[in-house]
């Protein structure tokens, strides 16, 4: 099914594309999300908004999407299923591509105990590949669940989350092929450290045909210093980080730390660059969006290198 979104014809022309994330204000600061944004415009292919990320109160994907297109960007709205039932998330599908929003990521969303507000009673109506299913059919079906027909489908560019590296690991590609038959057109995985698991998942999307029916960008992040390093290695779960990496980071002066940690991921995009069925690279720069133009320029993947 043909949609409007820019970051599709990207992809499908065989462009190596770029997208990057953008955390939405804790409040209702617009000019916040404006000095992220202003970042990023002209740099990337689209924008992913985050929605209420690690269950913190934040400002609504919808709106602030709504914001970044306004600015000029192709934005990803993510919409997770921890805080609406399906009417609610049918409803912003609805709103969301009314404002002109013409990509949606579909995932399950971290859980509230993680957050600012543990006491939140959890909906989990839908799990994401349900969601994605979901939106497919709005899309293809021009149908609700229930079977209900629709005054003016959504078309969007459905995207989904992966992780290659969560247990149990040799499932994973499994729940990528599910994440693929329920309706995913593109997929963003989480943060890759591990470039000899994710090679070996890629073999295996590969193997399975994925690659032929789904986009995947592997995600990147760059460290700011040894103590991110160790945290995500120790704190962070699904994270599959090398002791060299981290060994790396410890062993580089702490005032050359943040370069160095460029550095690595400029490396890792370019090995990403090599790896068949990789469509691109989805960036997670976390509050750390000034620095994306340096990363691209560094790797060559400013927009005219790309074209």
């Keep these: 099914m043909k949609t409007e979104s820019q970051l ?9 594309a770029v997208t990057a994330e953008c955390g939405p204000p804790k409040g209702s600061n ?63 599908i609805f709103g969301a591509y009314a404002l002109g929003i013409r990509n949606v990521l579909c995932l399950t969303g971290d859980h509230q105990t993680f957050g600012n507000q543990k006491e939140a009673t959890g909906v989990f109506d839908l ?23 629709i005054q003016g489908p959504p078309r969007m560019f459905i995207g989904a989350a992966a992780n290659p590296f969560a247990d149990p690991v040799d499932w994973r590609v499994v729940r990528l092929a599910k994440k693929i038959n329920a309706g995913a057109d593109f997929i963003q995985t989480q943060c890759i450290f591990n470039m000899d698991r994710f090679e070996k998942f890629m073999n295996q999307a590969r193997e399975m045909g994925l690659t032929e029916k789904a986009f995947i960008l592997a995600g990147i992040t760059p460290f700011k210093s040894v ?11 699904g994270m599959d980080i090398p002791e060299e990496l981290v060994k790396r980071m410890a062993g580089t002066p702490k005032e050359k730390q943040a370069e160095e940690g460029i550095k ?44």
């Excluded at 599709?8 to 190596?16: I, P, S, T």
């Excluded at 469509?279 to 060559?300: T, Y």
């Design 227 to 237: 103590g991110m390093a160790r945290y995500m290695a120790e704190k962070v779960a």
């Design 30 to 92: 617009v000019e916040i999300l404006k000095e992220k944004g202003k970042h990023l415009l002209g740099l990337i292919d689209a924008v992913n908004v985050t929605d209420n990320q690690t269950a913190i109160v934040r400002m609504s994907s919808v709106a602030a999407c709504s914001i970044l297109k306004g600015m000029g960007h192709e934005p990803i709205l993510q919409m997770v299923t921890r805080d609406r039932n399906r009417i609610a998330l049918q409803s912003d």
């Design 264 to 307: 690595i991921a400029v490396e890792f995009i370019q090995r990403f660059r090599e790896i068949k069925g990789v469509a691109g690279i989805h960036l997670m720069a976390i509050e750390w969006e000034h620095k994306v133009p340096e990363i691209l320029e560094k790797a060559g993947l400013v927009p005219a290198a790309r074209n």
């Design 8 to 16: 599709e014809k990207v992809l499908r022309a065989g462009r190596f």
């Design 127 to 149: 799990d994401s590949i349900q969601l994605l299913k979901t939106v497919k059919d709005m899309r293809d079906e021009e149908k609700i669940i229930g079977g209900e027909s």
